[in-house]
């Protein structure tokens, strides 16, 4: 044996034994650029966040009392007899998940109404007192029993907000309470792999004020369940930051957070740190390390979680039914979050049977069968690999990025000045999808490479990348070739690879989209080689529905349905009859105009923003050089006399949240100067994470000239408000 060799096996094998070890590391002001890339390599996951990224499709199951009252947050007023899912079959569940090649599932065990899925010794308030299976059910229980069955990971999703138990906002007694509760559910139910802690909470204004006590949370689980994962609002898994299903175009796994002790998950600032909310475009990158030195914080193991629904809301609303997401769109975020270094937590409400619905458990197949279809076959397993490393040499078998282990890797010396890794294919094939993966466990090191193809004699670029950490997902244009090569153009002290493939991912037929003009004409854009069908009376099209050749006036509003038809199916995977959207559109604006606003930020302030009919742009009221207090309104003259039978709120959709409205108020006038209040203390739930349009039907039509919304209460009780969009429901 070689002494080249004996040293790569040695440094390969000293790299896996360090990696074994998870470890924080500290900045300090006067580390250089080396140093802080250095000591950011040093950080490691931990054995449990690594079993969790590898669970990389997880399932969300928003189930309880909010299903039979079709809320979204329950107010714990609720009788527990309202809860009767009379043909509850958690097997169903599983089942219909792992047919989507989901391997791991979350149940809300507990919802923010306070109403426990199992027989709480603690409260009244649970599946005990219900009709359903004569008071001996329990929903944790059968949900354990069948991920046990099926061979499914399992976790739990408890709300530490409570709007039911009478002690919350005494923190002492109510801190106990909840970890009675929280005992009693780790103990009773062993295996739990994840605890999702959710940091909403409306409380506030009403007096009540709880402290919550994270530190005892998190001890009792490390002593109850070790191998459990604490997300969002704990110390092992961070929120991506929105609901919606995207990802940072860099998704860093190492990012800087305040810390005293070197254990972040126990320090006395991990309490502050991690309770607020992490956006931003870049959380790890070069800049944001350097920047972040001053402060002397800790570099922490922090990935991040995409989690979105399968339907607008999160626990199931009949009127729902037909707004499933498209395939299309699961597959994009399947390929935007797992394919982005992160995980994807899909939600899937059962419905008042207890039972996925049928439409759901159809898309769910559908997806799991385009990924089998993609992932069927790695077109490059029997390619043979080289490398080009300048100033540097390759360390380990570069063979073992193709055995499908995600614990071997390929690395080389420190400090290479380029790395280039070429594959040559036995034969020529046609691809569209790229798969890299870091060996996470010796951390996290790529930030830049590029992906080539060779075609007509010389290398093409068909893709950029920045980050790959645990999995990077990488399409590109339909492609025939024999040869490819990924270069590593920026690195962290050297570049790991455990996994390389690439696959061939079949067409899925996109729905159409819309856009609407001030004059209320509505034009239906869809894929190239398709044509648009659509109703106006919320039906689904059928081949006999009006086909679409011009913009479609609707100074009125209303509801319209779009289906995209294929001049050739065959080219498509999945049930093309699904290609559907559909959109609600309040009064045509060409009239409108801001009568009056309380404050308007300077720069991007401007009222207009509100009613444009462009989500992308927003009002904010005043904030840069001070700010106004609340409430804040903004009143609209929609240049005529309308029949008003609701209005709309849309709140600002891109990463921060800043002036969300959570509580508002609705008037209306003839005039301009005498108003009504039709609406009062309306309450927008889940409105900061979930981003949709809040719809908002009033007792009985109103005429009026003019409206006026005024924000209650805002997203982190500030004095911010703002708005993406704001409308009105005519008859």
């Known amino acids: 044996m070689s002494q080249s060799i004996k040293f790569g096996i040695a440094l390969v094998s000293s790299l896996m034994v360090s990696s074994l070890a998870a470890?924080?590391?500290?900045?300090?002001p006067d580390d250089s650029l080396d140093a802080v890339l250095a000591k950011s390599v040093d950080v490691r996951p931990t054995p449990r966040q690594i079993a969790w990224q590898r669970d990389e499709f997880s399932a969300f199951i928003h189930f309880g009392m909010n299903t039979f009252t079709d809320r979204e947050w329950g107010d714990g007023s609720e009788s527990p007899k309202q809860f009767n899912p009379t043909e509850l079959d958690a097997r169903q569940w599983v089942r219909a998940a792992k047919a989507a090649g989901i391997t791991r599932m979350i149940l809300t065990a507990k919802h923010h109404d306070g109403f426990c899925l199992w027989p709480s010794k603690f409260t009244?308030?649970?599946?005990?007192?219900?009709?359903?299976?004569?008071?001996?059910?329990?929903?944790?229980?059968?949900?354990?029993?069948?991920?046990?069955?099926?061979?499914?990971?399992?976790?739990?999703?408890?709300?530490?907000?409570?709007r039911h138990e009478k002690s919350y906002g005494d923190s002492p007694r109510y801190n106990q309470y909840f970890l009675d509760q929280l005992r009693e559910v780790l103990t009773n139910y062993p295996g739990i792999e994840e605890v999702w802690f959710d940091g909403a909470c409306g409380e506030g204004p009403n007096g009540k004020r709880q402290e919550y006590d994270w530190r005892a949370y998190w001890?009792?689980?490390?002593?109850?369940?070790?191998?459990?994962v604490i997300s969002v609002r704990g110390p092992d898994v961070r929120w991506c930051g929105n609901e919606a299903g995207?990802?940072?175009k860099s998704e860093w796994s190492v990012i800087p957070m305040p810390g005293d002790e070197q254990s972040w998950e126990i320090s006395?600032?991990?309490?502050?740190?991690?309770?607020?909310?992490?956006?931003?475009?870049?959380l790890g990158g070069r800049d944001v390390l350097m920047r972040s030195r001053r402060s002397s914080p800790l570099l922490i193991w922090y990935p991040a979680q995409v989690n979105t629904s399968i339907r607008p809301g999160w626990f199931y609303h009949k009127n729902e039914d037909e707004r499933v997401r498209s395939l299309a769109e699961l597959v994009d975020i399947y390929f935007g979050s797992v394919g982005g270094n992160s995980q994807f937590l899909l939600n899937i409400p059962p419905d008042q049977r207890g039972l996925f619905h049928e439409n759901d458990v159809a898309r769910l197949k559908e997806l799991g069968d385009v990924l089998k279809t993609t992932f069927a076959q790695n077109l490059a397993e029997n390619a043979k690999l080289t490398v080009d490393i300048a100033d540097g040499d390759s360390i380990g078998n570069l063979e073992t990025v193709l055995d499908d282990n995600p614990d071997t890797f390929w690395t080389t010396t420190d400090h290479p000045r380029a790395v280039t890794l070429i594959a040559e294919l036995p034969e020529p094939v046609r691809a569209n999808c790229l798969i890299l993966q870091e060996h996470i466990a010796s951390g996290q090191r790529v930030e830049a490479f590029t992906a080539e193809i060779f075609t007509d004699g010389e290398w093409h670029s068909v893709a950029n990348g920045t980050v790959i950490g645990y999995k990077r997902l990488v399409r590109f244009p339909d492609s025939t070739f024999s040869k490819f090569r990924i270069r590593f153009t920026q690195f962290r002290v050297r570049p790991t690879l455990a996994s390389i493939g690439l696959y061939f991912a079949p067409a899925i037929l996109s729905p159409p989209k819309f856009i609407r003009d001030r004059d209320g004409n509505v034009t239906i854009k869809t894929p190239d080689g398709t044509c648009s069908r659509y109703t106006l009376d919320g039906a689904n099209p059928t081949n006999d529905s009006q086909l679409y050749t011009d913009p479609i006036p609707m100074p009125k509003g209303g509801v319209i349905v779009a289906r995209a038809f294929p001049l050739t199916p065959a080219k498509y995977v999945g049930d093309v009859t699904n290609s559907i959207a559909r959109i609600q559109f309040g009064l045509a604006k060409a009239k409108w105009k801001v009568l009056d606003c309380d404050s308007q930020d300077a720069v991007e302030g401007d009222p207009s923003k509100a009613i444009d009919d462009d989500p992308r742009t927003f009002w904010h009221s005043r904030y840069r050089d001070q700010v106004d207090p609340m409430p804040h309104h903004i009143s609209v003259d929609m240049g005529e006399m309308v029949a008003?039978?609701?209005?709309?709120?849309?709140?600002?959709?891109?990463?921060?949240d800043g002036g969300i409205i959570t509580r508002a108020r609705f008037e209306v006038s003839q005039d301009g100067k005498?108003?009504?209040?039709?609406?009062?203390?309306?309450?927008?739930?889940?409105?900061?994470?979930?981003?949709?349009?809040q719809v908002v039907k009033l007792p009985e039509s109103v005429t009026a000239r003019y409206f006026r919304l005024t924000a209650l209460r805002t997203a982190n009780d500030n004095d911010y408000a703002s708005a993406a969009d704001i409308s009105v429901i005519v008859e």
């Open 219 to 228: 001890k009792l689980i490390r002593e109850l369940a070790p191998d459990a």
């Open 268 to 282: 006395d600032k991990a309490l502050s740190g991690f309770t607020r909310d992490i956006y931003g475009n870049d």
């Open 644 to 656: 008003i039978r609701g209005f709309t709120y849309t709140p600002r959709q891109d990463q921060w």
């Open 246 to 248: 995207h990802t940072r």
């Open 124 to 162: 009244e308030h649970c599946v005990r007192n219900s009709p359903w299976r004569n008071g001996t059910g329990d929903v944790v229980g059968e949900f354990v029993d069948a991920c046990r069955a099926e061979g499914m990971h399992y976790g739990i999703y408890i709300s530490p907000w409570d």
């Open 23 to 28: 470890q924080n590391v500290r900045l300090l």
């Open 674 to 693: 005498d108003w009504s209040v039709e609406a009062d203390n309306v309450d927008f739930a889940n409105i900061v994470n979930s981003r949709q349009q």
